[in-house]
Every structure is written in C-alpha cells, then in structure tokens.
C-alpha cells in the first residue's frame, strides 16, 4: 500500500518555496519603490516632550547597524531588514515570525533637528529622541492625574 503524502509537510514545502520567492523579489533597493509593501511593520510608541519627539519601536532580534534612520523636513524614516535566526539556507518547519524589510515613516508638526538625533537599540527596542529643528519652539503641558 502506498504511503500519503503528509499534507503539512507539502504546506510547510510550499511555504518555504514563497519564501524565497518573496526574498528574491522584494529585496532592499526596492524600499523606495512606489507602492512597495514590506514585509513587516514595527510597532511603536512616539511621544512628545518639549525639546522635540521620542519614538520607541521595537525590533527584536536586530542590531544597530541592521537599521538605518532618515530625517527630511518633519519626516522620519526607519529602514532595515530581519533575517530569520537559521539563516535563509535552514530547512523551517514553522515560521511564524516575520521577517525581510521593513520601512516606516513618521511624520511631526515640525521639522526635526536630523544633526541631533539620538538612538540607542537595547533589548529589541529602538529608542529615537528627534529634538525639534533650531527656531522651532512649543511648550507642551502635561497633564497629571
């Protein structure tokens, strides 16, 4: 009698084929294309403060120079890319954390000072302190509880 085929393992086969599929097509040069999609996005929390803005996102699993952050005007523009631990060459048998490029931008209600932002990757979070651009002032209230 014939042996069935393991429907999992032809999902998991199938899976890991679309994968390197998608590695292939959506590599890094392609962030800047329009209508580029990434692959993931990281979450974060961006909060005001009076000497500008402070962004924590979080990036588990990356090291600084896997980031690359952009200022233009108020924008801020985080770039990187995730690679799986085993390496893109590992035989998965589940993947269910996302990886590949990512890209997100913020933008602010003022221009951001880009010579004097700050950011620091400890414990897989991300922390940005985008102080506002010379000649720009606001006084923000806090509201305590």
């Not at 085929?5 to 800047?32: A, C, G, H, I, V």
């Not at 004097?116 to 897989?124: I, M, P, S």
Request: charge should be negative; glycine fraction near 6%.
């Amino acid at each position: 009698m014939p042996l069935r085929p393991d429907p999992l393992k032809e999902l998991l086969d199938l899976q890991e084929r679309m994968n390197r599929l998608f590695d292939q097509t959506l590599s890094r040069e392609r962030l800047d294309e329009p209508g580029f999609t990434p692959s993931w996005v990281p979450v974060a929390d961006v909060f005001e403060t009076p000497q500008g803005w402070v962004l924590e996102i979080e990036l588990p699993g990356l090291v600084r120079d896997d980031v690359a952050i952009e200022v233009r005007g108020d924008k801020l523009t985080l770039r990187g890319e995730r690679q799986p631990v085993g390496g893109r060459s590992a035989a998965f048998h589940r993947l269910e954390r996302r990886y590949g490029p990512f890209a997100r931008t913020f933008r602010f209600a003022e221009a951001i000072d880009a010579e004097n932002v700050k950011a620091d990757l400890n414990d897989g979070v991300l922390r940005v302190e985008a102080p506002r651009a010379p000649g720009t002032s606001r006084v923000v209230h806090v509201q305590r509880p």
